[in-house]
């Protein structure tokens, strides 16, 4: 999931946001060109998305931290009781 998260981000937001947004050195934007974007909608769907992307997937990351949690757990429950 995160490298189809990269790969998306890579080619479908950072791509645009290069055409959409003045660039300056450093990779700086004038904040107030943002809020204009925002407020007209140009990045109003790229935001959405990525809200929508993290708020959908949260909920089974963390469900996944959990249960490796609980793995590594029996893992090394195992390991000690293989020394005893």
């Known amino acids: ?4 998260h990269q790969k998306f981000v890579s080619e479908s937001i950072q791509g645009p946001l290069i055409m959409i947004l003045n660039y300056k050195k450093g990779y700086l934007v004038d904040s107030d060109e943002v809020i204009v ?5 140009v990045l109003r ?3 959405n998305w ?5 708020e959908f997937n949260r909920p089974r990351t963390e469900m996944n931290l959990t249960q490796a949690e609980e793995l590594i757990g029996i893992i090394n429950r195992k390991k000690l009781t293989k020394y005893i």
């Not at 999931?1 to 189809?4: A, C, D």
């Not at 990525?50 to 993290?54: A, H, K, P």
């Open 1 to 4: 999931m995160t490298e189809y």
């Open 37 to 41: 974007k925002v407020e007209d909608g």
């Open 45 to 47: 769907s790229m935001i």
């Open 50 to 54: 990525q809200t929508n992307f993290f």
